[in-house]
């Protein structure tokens, strides 16, 4: 957030320190054609006097990066916990020694869900020739609803929701429902993480919602009601979108200029990583709850750091809270080397952009047209991107190594974004990121169902992994950019909206393989394609000055001078 204050010593200003505090002043009185994008090369007064990125700031967003692992581990652990298994109708007492495909053809449980009624079995034994065994049933009726199951326990997935809840047959669709809960409280805390991060601070919700997170985390642990369970996993859901938001945006307002597209970027990196760690935790454990413990722990030890991490500075400055912005500021000039003034000053903004709200998204003819471009593009980055994840137990071969390889395409897919977001603009290499994903579907699409190229499948969904992460790194930034920063917290919200009901479906479009093969890829694809199509709409970063003036200039003067107050 930017700050329309000015450091004064008690020396007389120099030539230059008259053209810095002009500079600084601009804010107050832009120009019509002033573009409200230019605030992020611009610093402020806090980034001047602590330095706009040095050592303090580097330990501080990393530290606060750390705040993605368990976040990641939460939204991708039911990749293993609700994997499928094989199973079918518990065999009696008296056959338990039986071939598993016998006692299927014997009491008729073709599809695992039924079997032969009213059939003594006291009257079998294990030693029942299959003929003999037939004879009894052929003389019985119908098919009734098996009441318990049997699960293979040597099938390296272990203990599921599956087999815990017997969640198969007519509740298989439970297994989607609690991985909806979870995205359900994911897709609520976007809408209303931003709200209450202005209101209450960034520090404030971000460890409250930790500590809520890990305490709901640990909870799951030791809840045996599936009903239980799926509302606290809606609760965990709900928290851990607001850990998320708020150790972002806690980062980005450590620093100024241009290094908030960095560290908004480098928050991600912990991502890749936590995929793979949940990989072998799953691998190792084969059991629900003890990864749902393993995953659970590490909330607590990031929770100690409240003693370390200060709030947003900016943060403070807008609320008026003076004396601890300026304790903020010393530490960290001093961790960071810098001599400050003898005497500075810290105006507070006399005008807050959280008066703001979303109708002010439709009050322009540009504003207009990012915000449908965003809403379209929210939803397909979300829709694709955790549709590759959360699917990975679908997709053939072996889960772990599966999801390890996602996590790892991952790391130099932030990495060579990053790299060349500094170089070019962003608008093509994020069209170019969803095309790419949209190719790399479709070639899996055309290999989906042939086991004796399955590498070659799997091949290609890393490669979409590897593209579509990259837009995932970039849609943030690009989006925080081309709002006016008055408006700029309500349409990141307003993008959650999407992001939220993505989310939602993504269990469900599952299913569709159940209905066709290809279907699932094929969808993929589509929206891949069609969210590419959708940015060549939006304006260049580098054009964006005229374009942001196009549409009613009034209101879009007024955004751009309320913009520049915070």
Not at 299 to 323: A, H, M, T
Not at 337 to 352: I, S
Not at 464 to 492: C, D, H, Q
Request: charged letters at 15%; glycine letters at 8%.
């Amino acid at each position: 957030m930017h700050n329309t204050g000015k450091p004064t010593t008690a020396s007389p200003p120099t030539a230059q320190q008259q053209q810095q505090q002009q500079q600084q002043a601009r804010p107050q009185s832009p120009s019509p054609g002033r573009n409200p994008a230019e605030d992020e090369d611009e610093t402020d007064v806090i980034g001047d006097l602590m330095g706009h990125y040095g050592k303090w700031q580097l330990l501080m967003t990393v530290l606060l990066s750390l705040f993605q692992v368990p976040n990641t581990f939460h939204i991708s652990s039911s990749v293993y916990q609700a994997a499928n298994k094989d199973f079918w109708c518990q065999r009696p007492l008296e056959l338990q020694q039986m071939p598993v495909d016998e006692w299927r053809n014997l009491s008729g449980s073709n599809d695992n869900c039924h079997r032969w009624e009213g059939i003594g079995w006291s009257s079998l034994a294990n030693d029942t020739t299959l003929q003999e065994a037939a004879e009894v049933v052929a003389s019985v009726g119908n098919l009734v609803a098996c009441e318990s199951w049997e699960y293979e326990t040597h099938d390296n997935v272990g203990n599921t929701w599956t087999s815990e809840w017997d969640l198969v047959c007519d509740k298989e669709h439970l297994k989607n429902v609690a991985e909806m809960f979870f995205l359900l409280g994911v897709a609520t805390g976007g809408i209303i993480s931003g709200y209450l991060s202005d209101k209450f601070g960034r520090k404030t919700m971000l460890f409250i919602s930790a500590i809520l997170q890990t305490i709901f985390g640990l909870c799951l642990y030791f809840c045996s009601s599936f009903e239980l369970y799926l509302t606290l996993r809606a609760l965990l859901g709900l928290v851990s979108v607001s850990v998320t938001y708020s150790a972002l945006i806690l980062a980005i307002e450590y620093v100024d200029g241009k290094w908030r597209t960095i560290a908004g970027m480098y928050n991600l990196f912990p991502l890749p990583i936590s995929y793979m760690i949940i990989s072998g935790l799953a691998y190792l454990t084969q059991d629900y709850q003890a990864l749902q413990l393993c995953i659970g722990l590490p909330g607590i030890f990031l929770c100690f750091l409240w003693f370390v991490v200060p709030e947003s500075p900016r943060w403070l400055l807008v609320k008026g809270r003076v004396d601890e912005v300026r304790r903020i500021i010393e530490a960290a000039a001093k961790f960071n080397g810098r001599q400050l003034p003898v005497d500075y000053q810290l105006t507070p903004p006399t005008q807050e952009s959280s008066s703001q709200n979303i109708t002010h998204l439709f009050r322009s003819s540009y504003l207009r047209r990012i915000t449908i471009c965003f809403l379209c593009i929210w939803f397909t980055m979300n829709l694709v991107y955790y549709g590759i994840i959360l699917n990975m137990s679908s997709f053939g071969g072996n889960v772990y190594l599966n999801s390890a390889l996602a996590g790892l395409v991952e790391i130099p897919a932030i990495a060579v974004a990053m790299y060349i977001i500094t170089k070019v603009g962003k608008k093509w290499l994020f069209c170019a990121t969803l095309f790419c994903a949209g190719v790399a579907c479709f070639c899996a699409t055309i290999t989906e169902g042939r086991e004796d190229i399955l590498w070659l499948k799997i091949t290609f969904l890393m490669m979409g992994k590897f593209t579509i992460s990259a837009g995932n790194t970039i849609m943030p930034v690009y989006t925080a950019e081309l709002y006016p920063t008055a408006i700029r917290n309500v349409g990141v919200g307003a993008c959650n909206v999407a992001a939220g009901l993505a989310l939602i479906l993504t269990p469900y479009i599952s299913l569709l393989n159940k209905i066709e093969g290809h279907l699932l890829m094929a969808l993929l694809t589509a929206w891949s394609i069609f969210g590419g199509f959708v940015v060549l709409f939006l304006p260049a970063t580098a054009v964006r000055r005229n374009a942001a003036n196009s549409g009613s200039g009034g209101g879009n003067q007024n955004a751009a001078s309320a913009a520049k107050q915070v």
